[in-house]
């Protein structure tokens, strides 16, 4: 009796390990149903970022401030960004951690199907004694001892119960290892519906990422590209033209040397090869007949060369090689076939981007030094025979005319608004020898040949019925002007020096001349100070 309740008492307690199993089973299970809700949470703020992205979609179509919604929208999908990203590491940590429990169950299953062959072993060799224990017991004839028969009952009995013994233990094992497949069958299709959503969440994630890489892009092309202002330009247009007359100031104190060289040139062919282009008989015949007016004209020729070789309306960038600016010059061309088309704007914003940070190559940089050197040397050459063969070094004419011209070419090209230099007056038929009429005097800088004084609007000039004072010989520096955006008219930047020749002598005025070369604001379009 006490052995059978002992056995009942061991069943109990295999009763009671089975159920706390499968207690710790359920909670498992629980937990991995939590798991799922915060999955499909990350699920539901991908959702609601979404949501938002159209949200702030609709708040941009209705005019709001693109920037600051543009920076809210990056904002909000970078977070939910992250969010799903954090979701989507804490799916796979869960995923690999139910595939190690399941690895571990299988293993515990294969030493259950091992233990349990065992005990079939074992039951059937402890079958096959008591079979020949008993043939044994039914082959003596003779009766057996009571101290015998009480020992082969013992062992009889001690059998049985290892009998039960075992028979329950693979019963409970059974019992085991099917609740096991169960979990397995269910660990399985929760992997599934895992890997499902985890698929989900990748997708999710690309996009966000597709949507936050397009939000990144628009706040680029949202911010204002850096721009060079009108008055920069205006104030190193004036500073060259200070540097210009200058230079030729100070080398043409004495003038007889000039008189001299330029009394030596009978036609255009005795002059230097670089000024011939800018030269003609009519300008030669002008030099001689008003010798006053010869530094002058080396202004007009200095002017020129720099317009040609540095400020030229056709020179992309000085210094840039023409391999290079065909490449620049055939990207933009490509740029305006995209889709969706690029503006005017567009395409000098992006040129803009691109000069700067070629400025900002140290091979670039070399180079452009190397041809400033280069042009400075071939000015110094050409003016060496007008002046004097000792007025200076290349270097000074490089320091003091080319390297402002070279900052003035550098921020025109920067800009995002196209300036273009003329030599020409806003009137029809101008030109040398052309009428000046005295309603041009507020858009030219203009100078009397005869007196080298300054014509201004309030000057004491004789004025024919028709308006004309006096007739065009010269333009000494050029107008800058800068396109409107519509593409169709120009704004007058810096105005531009006309040496004219008036019908008759300017009459006195109650105040001084201010010292020829000097430079006004009226030269530029502002207000002219009081003397």
Request: net charge negative; aromatic share 6%.
């Amino acid at each position: 009796m006490e052995t059978a309740q002992e056995m009942k008492q061991i069943e109990n307690n295999h009763k009671i390990s089975f159920q706390n199993g499968s207690k710790e089973k359920a909670k498992t299970l629980s937990d991995s149903d939590d798991d799922l809700n915060s999955v499909e949470g990350g699920i539901t703020r991908a959702m609601d970022g979404l949501h938002s992205q159209e949200t702030s979609d609709d708040a941009k179509s209705t005019g709001c401030n693109p920037t600051a919604v543009e920076t809210d929208r990056s904002q909000s999908l970078g977070t939910d960004f992250w969010g799903l990203q954090q979701a989507y590491e804490e799916t796979c940590g869960e995923l690999n951690s139910m595939n190690r429990d399941i690895r571990d169950q299988s293993l515990e299953i294969r030493d259950l199907k091992r233990q349990n062959a065992q005990l079939h072993e074992r039951n059937a060799l402890l079958r096959e004694q008591n079979n020949q224990l008993r043939e044994i017991q039914r082959a003596r004839p003779e009766k057996l001892l009571k101290s015998e028969k009480s020992k082969y009952i013992e062992h009889f009995e001690h059998l049985e119960e290892r009998i039960e013994h075992l028979q329950y233990d693979r019963q409970k094992r059974d019992a085991h290892m099917e609740s096991l497949t169960a979990q397995t069958r269910e660990a399985n299709e929760e992997k599934a519906s895992l890997e499902a959503a985890n698929r989900r969440l990748q997708r999710q994630v690309k996009d966000l990422s597709n949507n936050l890489t397009e939000c990144k892009d628009d706040l680029l092309r949202l911010q204002p590209t850096s721009q060079v202002s009108e008055n920069e330009i205006s104030d190193l247009y004036a500073n060259l033209d200070q540097q210009v007359s200058g230079w030729v100031d100070d080398r043409t104190e004495d003038t007889q040397i000039l008189e001299e060289q330029i009394e030596k040139i009978k036609s255009v062919d005795d002059l230097p090869q670089l000024f011939k282009q800018y030269m003609s008989s009519d300008r030669l015949k002008l030099a001689k007949k008003f010798p006053e007016s010869q530094p002058l004209l080396l202004r007009y020729l200095i002017h020129c060369c720099l317009g040609t070789f540095i400020l030229g309306n056709d020179i992309y960038l000085f210094g840039l090689d023409s391999q290079n600016i065909e490449l620049l010059q055939g990207i933009e061309e490509g740029m305006k076939s995209l889709e969706p088309r690029r503006d005017a704007v567009t395409l000098r914003h992006w040129r803009s981007e691109a000069l700067r940070g070629l400025l900002e190559m140290e091979n670039f940089a070399e180079e452009q030094e190397r041809r400033a050197q280069l042009v400075s040397q071939t000015l110094h050459e050409a003016l060496a025979s007008l002046v004097s063969e000792s007025f200076g070094s290349w270097q000074e004419i490089h320091k003091q005319i080319v390297l402002p011209a070279i900052q003035l070419s550098t921020k025109l090209r920067l800009s995002t608004s196209d300036y273009v230099l003329t030599s020409r007056r806003f009137v029809k038929d101008s030109g040398p020898g052309s009428s000046v009429f005295v309603f041009e005097v507020k858009d030219c800088s203009m100078m009397d040949i005869t007196t080298q004084k300054v014509i201004r609007p309030d000057s004491n000039l004789k004025i024919a019925d028709d308006g004309r004072i006096g007739q065009e010989m010269l333009i000494l520096t050029p107008a800058l002007l800068r396109d409107q955006k519509d593409g169709k008219s120009r704004v007058l930047v810096c105005k531009s020096t006309v040496l004219v020749k008036l019908d008759e002598p300017m009459g006195k005025r109650s105040r001084g001349i201010r010292a020829l070369g000097a430079w006004t604001p009226s030269w530029f379009g502002g207000d002219e100070p009081a003397e």
